[in-house]
T-cell receptor, first 110, second 115 residues
Framework: EDQVTQSPEALRLQEGESSSLNCSYTVSGLRGLFWYRQDPGKGPEFLFTLYSAGEEKEKERLKATLTKKESFLHITAPKPEDSATYLCAVDQGGYQKVTFGTGTKLQVIP | EPEVTQTPSHQVTQMGQEVILRCVPISNHLYFYWYRQILGQKVEFLVSFYNNEISEKSEIFDDQFSVERPDGSNFTLKIRSTKLEDSAMYFC?????????????FGPGTRLTVL
């Protein structure tokens, strides 16, 4: 069965303390890997799409990277407003659907 | 900035009743989707819709569910006879192109509570 696994489930950081979130996948025929941010009670908000191993994308304090088996979301010098659940999702190709992981709940403490 | 809107924000219904959840996708988008998220669980794909027909559906999307684009702007999800386990947050999304080529934009969701 195709799987998307995120770790850790929860992460608590001090403001300014950099860290990484992991998304590992065991899907065949990956066409794209997506990172979303989800605030409580709201819909996922798109952050990045990665298509091939070695690709990197950056936005403000966030940087996403992709290998053949996993993706990392690096958060540099996080601020309290970065607190949210970060979701990873994959598109397997041949299907117009996206499979989500369970997310990493990030809390940044001032 | 254009956004996906959903109504109502919260729907409470009795088990066995029919509900219709409404979405207005971004106006120039061609692909439409419904997802659900049971409290504390992951976001799950239900169905995708393109060119006025279902293009993909998950095993969750059984005969109790249907989707429709009744006019040029609305996209609806109908649950014919709700069950307790249908209680969840339902998200509508839309994209200009297919997911791997174009970003899916999500609405704020409708919280469905089945009593």
């Amino acid at each position: 069965e195709d799987q998307v696994t995120q770790s850790p489930e929860a992460l608590r950081l001090q403001e300014g303390e950099s860290s990484s979130l992991n998304c590992s996948y065991t899907v065949s025929g990956l066409r794209g890997l997506f990172w979303y941010r989800q605030d409580p009670g709201k819909g996922p908000e798109f952050l990045f799409t990665l298509y091939s191993a070695g690709e990197e994308k950056e936005k403000e304090r966030l940087k996403a990277t992709l290998t053949k088996k996993e993706s990392f979301l690096h958060i540099t010098a996080p601020k309290p407003e970065d607190s949210a659940t970060y979701l990873c999702a994959v598109d397997q190709g041949g299907y117009q659907k996206v499979t989500f992981g369970t997310g990493t709940k990030l809390q940044v403490i001032p | 900035e254009p956004e996906v809107t959903q109504t109502p924000s919260h729907q409470v219904t009795q088990m066995g009743q029919e509900v219709i959840l409404r979405c207005v996708p971004i106006s120039n988008h061609l692909y439409f989707y419904w997802y659900r998220q049971i409290l504390g669980q992951k976001v799950e794909f239900l169905v995708s819709f393109y060119n006025n027909e279902i293009s993909e559906k998950s095993e969750i999307f059984d005969d109790q569910f249907s989707v429709e684009r009744p006019d040029g702007s609305n996209f609806t999800l109908k649950i014919r006879s709700t069950k307790l386990e249908d209680s969840a947050m339902y998200f509508c999304a839309s994209s200009k192109g297919q997911p791997f080529t174009d970003t899916q934009y999500f609405g704020p969701g409708t919280r469905l509570t089945v009593l």
